[in-house]
C-alpha cells in the first residue's frame, strides 16, 4: 500500500488455500432403447435416466447426429440440463416420425464442461408406412346401366382417410 509518514508497513500475510479436482461422469441407466414397430407420425414418449455419482453438479448437452432422421426425435426438456450431485434425472423425448423404415439414432450425452467421453445412447424404431388414403371396392358393382340415365339402385362407395392431414374428396 501506500506509505503515509510515520506508519509501519502492513505485514505480508500468507492465506493457505487447498483444493481437489473432481470431474462428474454420469452413469446411463439405458444404453439402447428400442421402441419396437411404430406406426408413421405416431407420437411416443420415453425417457433416459441419467444417474451423477458424483460430489460436483453434472452440466450436460444432449448431441443428436444431425441426420433428417434426427429430426423425428425432440428433447421435450431442451437440449441442455443440469444434474446435482449424488442424483438422479430423467431426459424426457418424444418420438414422431415423419417416414417409414428402420431409425438407429446415436445420441451423446456429454458434459457442456467438456469433462470425460460423452455417453453414447442408441434409439432404435421401425416404422410402419400406413396407407394415407383408401377405397373399399370388394362390394362395388354396378349392374345393368339402363339408357337414359335411369337409375336402378344405388351404391356406397366407402372412402378412408388414415392420415393426419385433412383430405377433400
Known amino acids: 500500500g501506500a506509505w ?8 505480508t500475510r500468507t492465506l493457505p488455500v487447498s483444493g481437489r479436482a473432481c470431474t462428474s461422469v454420469p452413469v446411463i441407466g439405458q444404453r ?10 405416431q407420437a411416443l414418449s420415453r425417457s433416459i435416466t441419467v444417474e451423477n455419482k458424483s460430489d460436483v453438479p453434472f452440466m450436460y448437452g444432449i448431441r443428436k ?16 440440463g443440469f444434474i446435482p450431485p449424488y442424483k438422479t434425472h430423467d ?4 418420438f414422431q416420425p415423419t417416414m417409414g ?27 410402419q408406412n400406413m396407407p394415407t388414403f ?4 370388394r ?7 339402363m339408357p337414359h340415365g335411369q337409375r336402378l339402385f344405388t351404391r356406397v362407395i366407402n372412402l378412408a382417410n388414415n392420415s393426419f392431414r385433412t383430405r377433400q374428396f
Open 101 to 127: 423404415g428402420s431409425y438407429d439414432e446415436v445420441v451423446k450425452i456429454e458434459s457442456v464442461l467438456g469433462q470425460g467421453p460423452p455417453q453414447v445412447v442408441r434409439l432404435k424404431a421401425t416404422v
Open 91 to 94: 431426459i424426457h423425448f418424444v
Open 65 to 80: 447426429s444431425g441426420s433428417i432422421a434426427s429430426e423425428c426425435w425432440h428433447f421435450t426438456d431442451g437440449h441442455y
Open 32 to 41: 439402447h432403447i428400442h421402441l419396437g414397430r411404430v406406426r408413421r407420425n
Open 139 to 145: 362390394s362395388l358393382t354396378y349392374g345393368t346401366v
Open 4 to 11: 503515509i509518514k510515520g506508519m509501519a508497513p502492513e505485514p
Open 134 to 137: 383408401n377405397v373399399d371396392t
